[in-house]
């Protein structure tokens, strides 16, 4: 009960909806997640961090980013709440527009312009 739980909880902030959201679509760093959601950079990597402690998210080393992509191979629950989370809030207006503003982020570009405050 404990781990439907957590990933309830997980789900019950916005921010992290649009993190899996976004993830959904394609891997992305940190600056990119930053540019699309319009929050600062620590508060996109707190969430990164408690959504791959929930083992929702995972992450790999591509180059100099450090890239966050969806865990397809977790544990039942969570394979079972992201197959649902796919086929939810599609067509939410902030969601759309997440997804336009995904397009447009370049790690290169968005990476270089932070380069003095952090670097992922």
């Known amino acids: 009960m404990e781990r439907l739980a957590q990933i309830y909880d997980m789900l019950s902030d916005k921010n992290r909806l649009r993190i899996l959201k976004l993830l959904e679509q394609k891997p992305m760093c940190v600056c990119e997640l930053t540019y699309v959601l319009g929050i600062r950079q620590p508060s ?3 969430h990164l961090r408690k959504l791959k402690e929930a083992d929702l998210i995972n992450s790999r080393q591509d180059g100099l980013w450090s890239e966050y992509f969806i865990n397809r191979i977790g544990d039942e629950y969570s394979r079972v709440m992201m197959g649902i989370l796919s086929g939810w809030i599609n067509d939410d ?18 990476c270089n312009q932070q380069k003095g405050n952090y670097f992922t």
């Open 44 to 46: 996109v990597s707190r």
């Open 93 to 110: 207006p902030v969601i759309v527009e997440d997804i336009k503003k995904s397009a447009q982020a370049c790690r290169e570009v968005l």
